[in-house]
């Protein structure tokens, strides 16, 4: 009895040493304010870039890169390539924003509303870049943005969002902590319950599920947006949560994860977002599309599932919310006990 103990320390303490070593990597985090972007990279691989120009309705992680230098995000709009959904121009790479503040949607607006119509969207606008550190296994962002609306020469800011993203490398997967604090300059901010949200990537055609059907989807203003089909060549995503719910079926479903796995580059890749306990709405509901939407929200609830309650929140001047979450991107397909196992390192931190 006393020697299995003893061997399973043994063995527990040599894969700690184990994963220790392969986290050695160096991250790389390059400011080039000239282009308004900053360039992370894990060994000299290129893994994101933080995007922060005037010309995006919010700064966006983009491109996103796997392991080995594959690309897991979506062209358009941006750089489009042969093949792939134009629908929905707002969904750019790694986002963070909401559908419903004070009223107005800061989800849907991109280059493709009319200026007659920016009176109902609202706008985040970069600023401060606080901290740029790169490390061993780990870099360090720290950036500052003001969410205005309307997005128009009458907007206001109504939230100051200071976000820290953590780049990790951890053995054969890339990890992305989020860590956003919002705080209400106005004398009340409210999130009423939406399914525009929170945080989201918008994947490459790989990823998306296999459909013969075209789709027909609205924004949060009834704005409809056809999603055509297309052959499905290539095409191999699997959602999959950690109720074990799968396929198109995880939409709307509250769970603490959700992976979507995809054949591409040779061999398959998971992408995986992590909730955390301490935010508002946790477990969250997920707006997991098919087409390639992937999306964790914590301020959609009743909109999601008859059965909750509506969600609402109030942040009076000068009150703050915080949210937590991690996104993984990583060779092979994760099983269920390595996922758990992300989720716990997240929690503990």
């Known amino acids: 009895m006393f020697k299995m103990v003893y061997l399973s320390l043994i063995l527990a303490a040599l894969l700690s040493v184990s994963c220790r070593s392969?986290?050695?990597?160096?991250?790389?985090?390059?400011?080039?304010?000239?282009?308004?972007?900053?360039?992370?990279?894990?060994?000299?691989?290129?893994?994101?870039?933080?995007?922060?120009?005037?010309?995006?309705?919010?700064?966006?992680?983009?491109?996103?890169?796997?392991?080995?230098?594959?690309?897991?995000?979506?062209?358009?709009?941006?750089?489009?390539r042969e093949r792939e959904r134009v629908d929905h121009p707002h969904h750019v790479g790694i986002w963070f924003n909401f559908g419903d503040v004070n009223?107005?949607?800061?989800?849907?607006?991109?280059?493709?509303v009319p200026s007659g119509r920016?009176?109902?969207?609202?706008?985040?606008?970069?600023g401060e870049i606080a901290r740029a550190e790169s490390g061993k296994g780990k870099g360090i962002l720290e950036v500052k943005m003001d969410w205005i609306a309307p997005d128009n020469d009458l907007g206001e800011k109504l939230l100051e969002e200071e976000t820290t993203y953590i780049?990790?490398?951890?053995?054969?997967?890339?990890?992305?902590?989020?860590?956003?604090?919002?705080?209400?300059?106005?004398?009340?901010?409210v999130f009423t319950d939406n399914k525009e949200g929170l945080l989201a990537i918008r994947v490459d055609r790989a990823f998306e599920l296999p459909s013969d059907e075209p789709l027909l989807f609205t924004d949060g203003s009834g704005n409809p947006t056809q999603v055509?089909?297309?052959?499905?060549?290539?095409?191999?995503?699997?959602?999959?949560?950690?109720?074990g719910i799968e396929g198109d079926d995880a939409w709307g479903k509250?769970?603490?994860?959700?992976?979507?796995?995809?054949?591409?580059?040779?061999?398959?890749i998971s992408l995986v977002m992590?909730?955390?306990?301490?935010?508002?709405?946790?477990?969250?509901?997920?707006?997991?599309r098919g087409y390639g939407l992937f999306s964790v929200n914590n301020m959609g609830r009743k909109v999601f599932?008859?059965?909750?309650?509506?969600?609402?929140?109030?942040?009076?001047?000068?009150?703050?919310?915080?949210?937590?979450?991690?996104?993984?991107?990583?060779?092979?397909?994760?099983?269920?006990?390595?996922?758990?196992?992300?989720?716990?390192?997240?929690?503990?931190?």
């Open 22 to 80: 392969q986290t050695d990597g160096q991250v790389e985090i390059t400011v080039n304010q000239p282009h308004k972007e900053v360039l992370v990279t894990v060994d000299g691989e290129p893994f994101t870039t933080y995007r922060y120009g005037n010309d995006l309705e919010k700064p966006v992680l983009y491109p996103v890169f796997a392991p080995g230098g594959v690309l897991v995000t979506r062209g358009f709009p941006i750089e489009p």
């Open 103 to 112: 009223g107005y949607d800061f989800w849907n607006n991109s280059y493709a």
């Open 118 to 126: 920016k009176q109902f969207f609202g706008r985040i606008v970069p």
């Open 167 to 189: 780049f990790r490398k951890s053995g054969e997967a890339r990890i992305i902590d989020r860590i956003t604090k919002l705080t209400s300059t106005v004398d009340e901010v």
């Open 228 to 243: 055509p089909v297309l052959d499905n060549e290539g095409v191999t995503g699997w959602y999959r949560n950690s109720e």
């Open 254 to 268: 509250r769970a603490e994860w959700v992976k979507l796995s995809g054949n591409k580059g040779g061999g398959i």
């Open 274 to 288: 992590v909730d955390h306990p301490l935010n508002p709405g946790y477990p969250s509901c997920w707006h997991a």
């Open 305 to 349: 599932d008859d059965t909750l309650e509506p969600f609402k929140l109030i942040l009076k001047k000068g009150e703050s919310v915080t949210f937590r979450h991690r996104f993984v991107v990583a060779t092979g397909d994760l099983t269920d006990a390595e996922i758990e196992l992300l989720k716990s390192d997240f929690i503990k931190d």
